[in-house]
């Protein structure tokens, strides 16, 4: 008697786990970090390696495409049935820098296994997200017995996520091409919690600036010149401050125009999620809630655009003190945006906002870095049902609907080929994204390698129902 | 025919010039700077060197005195006349911290003369006034013929000023009965311009602290977290702004408790003073006034007290960005105090103030550094007379009278002494104290020692005038 298909896909998983752990692992000692220059060569190595090992995989096209930065990884792995529809999958093979010194217990490039959790840098943000479709495929092939996958399948791993996808969106439109799809699976997002699959229906745009401030042309004597000429700390400072209103409100004016508001439905669907604030706080490692009045916490972080100053400096920051008033200060901020807010005009908006803030006798300049739009799929998409679907399968319960409060390039995606984007992730709040002691729940690593074994086959058959 | 004392005393100081400017250099190569613990080396060496170089110019003692910090160089020069009064000199042999990458345009320790200046971290602050009292008193004996100082002459030179001066209190209040003095000659402060020789009469106290403030116990993700728990890079940057009100007075409640107001006839002498307020501003490498309303600049960085940051740092402060909630932030601040303000009753303020302000969720300490008391002599006391006659003798010039910004222990020789504290300082506003390139002026580095050459005698003639 034959296996049931999730019965052989399950054991096709058991028998080449180990072997998928140490590959994973061995990517994961890559430490690529693309927003410092000097980890431009392992960014490299790491999209050789991810190369090479799809090739090993079974992809018959495995290619390292350039950038003006980082490179990305592409390949293919087309379906014999020429009528199946093509599916590209998007992850990123770079990584948030990461340093023992900032809390980790043990090294951030040297994975370990503690209590069936795999802790390293990367491990959920995003290199084990993408590397599950690896052996998924192989699942996917294996108990179903076909020799190449029921849909045409693409992979599209790029090498500066993390740095704000800089030259991603062009990437896209030069190879438009060879990336169209039918669909797009963003691989790069998490699920509600262990308990409880869900697919993410969309994420927050995001908008990064660092402003600089000038005072003195020199720090100088806090007792000889103190009291008598502007202090660009105390300038950043106040920038930062005036940032929001009394209501948590960002007080930047135009800053929510276009802003699409919740529907009572999804205000009520998010409602209805088992949300433990308690433990959310704990998960946060924060100590209070805080944020735009009149919203749930889980709407301010799916639904509300936010801003927060992600760094401040200026002036001595050394053990003892040092009598100064010093010469520059310096703020780095970042934008959550959502659907219906443009980039470029919340960058007009934060520029006119500041110049209107900052003292006589400051100067100030304003760096932004690429922006990443938002996105949003309709709740009622029928790819969405086939996604849902194959979670449900692999997690032995129903899925429910969230959004997701980081973001990703997958707007581009959606804008320039013309796609609906579906989100597939496993990871968890705890993961510690961007964090010390970043970590994957082993369990939940190989429920998404069989989520991707089961969805390119549920997504064939029912690729009809998608208008 | 015999040389005039001020030709003697001219002559003298050019025949031993040279030697005298090898000898601080040689001083100013050794980065005694206190606030830098791994330099706590450099300033023993340097007190060492120090009490070795007095011993040779001819005090009969000279002692490195310990402290629970930095030790402190105490020499002593007996007159031979039995009832001159007892002179204390104070001043410091510890220095600011410095780094090349500063913006300095050659190596902070390592003293060199360009355009008649010497430019080295300490050359203004406060080295070069210490050592000019070592030429000073020389040229002193060799024009009068005198086998002995006119005065009991004492130095006294700390090594913690720069950090605060944390031990000196202790360290004055434990030697009392051998500081004993009638009148202290401090030498640490400056005069109005290369062309308008002023005596100081009074010094702003100084209290400062780091407030750091803790949010989530690791950094977190901000799209994940991001609007709806607090960042304590906010609460940081709220501290700052909430610090002084529209008319730039500070905010701090009680903070002006007991501040001795400024009299008409200060304000009149002040507003005399040939002051450039564009010269100043050129001197303050700023671009624009700014300060507490209803004041002058004089007003404002000589009688009024201030709050200042001096530093503030959290989150990522790196090359690129890093969409993070920092777990911690911190401001360092500094606060200049004036005659009637009280450090102790400054504290409470501001950690009342703080615990205010910082928000739920924040948790906040407070460290408060040792502070400095403020200082101020009576206009009309006949010692300042006889410094300004001496100055006006070395200068050619009449002396007027003026404030000094920053801050120095005078006021614990005051109060524990018990004896009026006077100030001889010939540095000039563009010497770049704190700054990187920090200079003194030769020519005025030499009158200087002129000023003392001429101080013992006048003094001592006319002690009986002081009451």
Redesign the interface.
Same mark, same amino acid.
């Given at each position: 008697m034959s296996q049931t298909p999730d019965k052989a896909v399950r054991t096709y998983i058991e028998q080449h786990r180990a072997a998928f752990l140490d590959d994973l692992a061995e990517w994961l000692r890559i430490p690529s970090v693309s927003?410092? &220059?000097d980890h431009a060569p392992d960014v490299r190595r790491s999209a050789d390696w991810l190369a090479a090992k799809l090739q090993e995989t079974g992809f018959s096209v495995a290619e390292v495409w350039e950038t003006a930065g980082a490179p990305a990884v592409y390949a293919e792995w087309p379906s014999d049935d020429p009528g199946a529809p093509t599916v590209l999958v998007y992850g990123h093979h770079d990584v948030?820098?990461a340093a023992r010194e900032?809390?980790w217990d043990t090294e951030p490039f040297e994975p370990v296994v503690r209590d069936g959790r795999l802790h390293a840098r990367g491990a959920a943000d995003d290199k084990g997200q993408v590397f599950f479709h690896t052996l998924g495929v192989r699942a996917h092939l294996a108990a179903t017995g076909r020799t190449s996958p029921a849909v045409h399948l693409k992979l599209l791993i790029e090498g500066e996520e993390e740095?704000?996808s800089p030259h991603f969106r062009q990437l896209v439109e030069e190879h438009a091409d060879r990336l169209a799809a039918d669909a797009v699976i963003v691989s790069d997002t998490?699920m509600w919690s262990e308990d409880t699959p869900t697919v993410c229906t969309g994420m !927050?745009g995001?908008a %990064?600036c660092?402003i600089r401030l000038y005072?003195?042309?020199?720090?100088?004597?806090?007792?000889?010149?103190? @009291?008598?000429?502007?202090?660009p700390? #105390?300038a950043?400072?106040?920038?930062?401050?005036?940032?929001?209103d009394e209501q948590g409100r960002v007080a930047v004016p135009g800053f929510y125009d276009g802003v699409v508001e919740l529907t009572d439905r999804e205000r009520e669907l998010f409602a209805e999620l088992p949300f433990d604030e308690q433990q959310w706080?704990r998960t946060? !490692?924060?100590?209070?809630?805080?944020? %735009?009045a009149g919203y749930t #916490?889980l709407e301010?972080?799916w639904a !509300?655009?936010?801003a927060?100053?992600?760094?401040?400096?200026?002036?001595?920051?050394? &053990?003892?003190?040092? #009598?100064?008033?010093? =010469?520059t200060?310096?703020?780095?901020l =970042?934008f959550?945006l959502v659907a219906g807010q443009d980039p470029d005009h919340i960058e007009k908006a934060v520029r006119a906002w500041a110049a209107d803030q900052v003292?006589?006798?400051? !100067?100030h300049e304003i760096v932004f870095?690429s922006a990443t739009r938002p996105c949003l799929t309709p709740l009622d998409h029928p790819a969405l049902q086939s996604l849902a679907r194959s979670m449900s399968r692999a997690f032995a319960s129903p899925v429910r609907f969230t959004r997701? @409060?980081?973001?990703g390039p997958a707007a581009d995606l959606q804008e320039v080929l013309g796609a609906p984007v579906l989100f597939l992730g496993i990871s968890v709040?705890s993961d510690?994204?961007?964090?010390?002691?970043e970590k994957v729940e082993l369990d939940l690593l190989l429920k998404g390698v069989e989520t991707s074994a089961y969805l390119w086959g549920d997504l064939a058959a029912h690729w009809r129902d998608v208008p």
């Open positions: 927003a410092q &220059p948030q820098p900032d809390g740095s704000g998490g !927050r995001l %990064e660092e005072g003195p042309d020199q720090d100088i004597h806090s007792g000889s010149f103190g @009291g008598a000429v502007p202090n700390a #105390t950043a400072a106040r920038l930062v401050a005036a940032l929001h706080l946060a !490692r924060s100590h209070a809630l805080h944020g %735009e #916490t301010r972080i !509300r655009p936010t927060e100053v992600n760094g401040i400096g200026g002036g001595y920051q050394g &053990p003892g003190s040092k #009598t100064i008033i010093p =010469s200060a310096m703020v780095k =970042s959550r003292p006589a006798g400051i !100067r870095g997701e @409060g980081g973001s709040p510690g994204w961007h964090a010390p002691n």
